[in-house]
């Protein structure tokens, strides 16, 4: 094994005699958990970077501090193209901020260390401690006997600050996809706005979606305005129309009314009634995707009805019953206990629970708020003045309306 600060003091020679001096190594980030080295580079006569395959080395002697290859004249400029593709260790990882999925820590590369594995060199960790700085500004002096801080390269996710990186096709692990939002928001907050939008294009559009939920609206807004249009719209598609609404109300006018132009029209029509209501209001922090089901139905024409709309709604606890015709008005609600336990037959009438407390749009967010912590209930419908179901204040608001600012954002979410 061998640590890249003290690989690149070794020099590069040919079998006539010449030498030069290691200047990089080129890596396969797609090459499993442990990328292989799959180029060296050193200076050429004019000096400029040349590259040899790493098929080219012959031998390493560590004692000498050599790497001997065949011929030194095979080693070519690459392309600026081919250059600019490439994963350089001293270039691109060396000092970059990189990011340990399993300790969810974000730290500096200050030194990178491999092993040489049947002939074939691989990174096999990065070292965060601050005496790999000292050994490497010492050239090996000081510092040599003292511990190391690694981290195993296949909990390693590499971030290049390049929010484009991942859609133009560059190579990464992906493993903080397998976390939960939360964690990846956490996570998102320790890093750079660059580098957070960068890590969430890493993810599944969904679960991008739900990053964004959860984050704090400024990191939230930092974060969305480097993404590209295409994907921006996508991501604000799939948010909760609430959440969604709150980020829109931090943009820009012309930019928020843009990028409402742009949503499909269901989106397009939820967001449109949420930002009509001022932000201290009930309809202001209200979401407006809950799902309703005419009265009248048995339980299994209801199940039916809702096998559909459950699957988007961000609240699909409470099913709000309504009346059959306009201006279908608020009856009751069922919970889905009611509806998974009670038999197929009985009707939605006999099992919901009516004479319940609603919330008026124009209500005060605060009193909504409160009203719902002491109700203990998950959510209160938002109604207008002729019954209609206009949405639904969660508990999730409520807290973030009542709790103190530097609690809210630790406080569990009980609807994504």
């Known amino acids: 094994m ?51 395959l790493w098929d080219a080395v012959e031998s390493i002697s560590w004692r000498e501090r050599t790497i001997r290859v065949a011929d030194l004249d095979a080693a070519q400029p690459p392309s600026p193209e081919a250059l600019a593709q490439a994963v350089l260790l001293r270039r691109d990882i060396l000092d970059a901020l990189v ?54 390269w296949r909990s390693i996710e590499f971030l290049r600050g ?34 957070a939008a960068e890590l969430l294009t890493l993810l599944p559009d969904p679960l991008a979606a739900d990053v964004l939920e959860v984050m704090a609206p400024e990191r939230r807004l930092q974060v969305f305005e480097e993404l590209d249009d295409d994907y921006a719209e996508r991501l604000l598609a799939l948010m909760a129309p609430d959440n969604a609404a709150d980020l829109l109300g931090q943009l820009p006018l012309e ?51 809702l096998s559909g709309e459950l699957a988007t709604p961000d609240m699909p606890y409470y099913v709000y019953v309504v009346a059959p015709e306009p201006p279908h008005a608020l009856r009751g609600l069922v919970t889905l206990r009611d509806l998974v336990i009670a038999g197929d037959e009985r009707r939605l009438d006999e099992i919901m629970t009516s004479g319940l407390l ?37 508990v999730d608001a409520a807290i973030a309306q009542a709790a103190p600012e530097s609690w809210r954002r630790q406080a569990p979410r009980v609807f994504s």
């Open 2 to 52: 061998v640590m890249f600060a003290e690989l690149r003091r070794f020099m590069v020679a040919d079998a006539r005699g010449r030498r030069t001096r290691l200047r990089d190594l080129a890596i396969d980030l797609a090459a499993g958990d442990y990328p292989s080295v799959t180029q060296i580079f050193v200076h050429d006569g004019q000096r400029r970077l040349a590259a040899l």
């Open 99 to 152: 990011l340990d999925i399993q300790s969810q820590d974000a730290l500096r590369a200050n030194d990178l260390w491999l092993m040489q594995e049947d002939g074939v060199l691989r990174l096999r960790a990065v070292d965060a401690s601050p005496w790999a700085v000292l050994r490497r500004i010492s050239r090996g002096l000081l510092g040599r006997e003292a511990g190391r801080d690694l981290h195993d």
């Open 162 to 195: 390049d929010p484009s990186a991942a859609q133009a096709g560059r190579d990464y692990h992906r493993r903080v996809a397998h976390l939960p939002p939360g964690q990846i928001a956490s996570l998102m907050e320790s890093l750079p706005y660059l580098h």
């Open 255 to 305: 930019q928020a009314r843009r990028r409402v132009e742009d949503l499909p029209a269901p989106q397009r029509q939820r967001l449109i009634d949420l930002l009509r209501y001022p932000d201290d209001t009930a309809g202001g922090i209200m979401t407006n995707d809950v799902p309703t089901i005419p009265a009248g139905l048995t339980v299994r024409e209801a199940r039916e009805r």
């Open 358 to 394: 609603v919330v008026r749009p124009l209500e005060s967010a605060r009193d909504a708020a409160q009203r719902i912590i002491d109700s203990q209930l998950l959510a209160l419908p938002v109604v207008a003045d002729d019954g209609r179901v206009l949405g639904a204040v969660t």
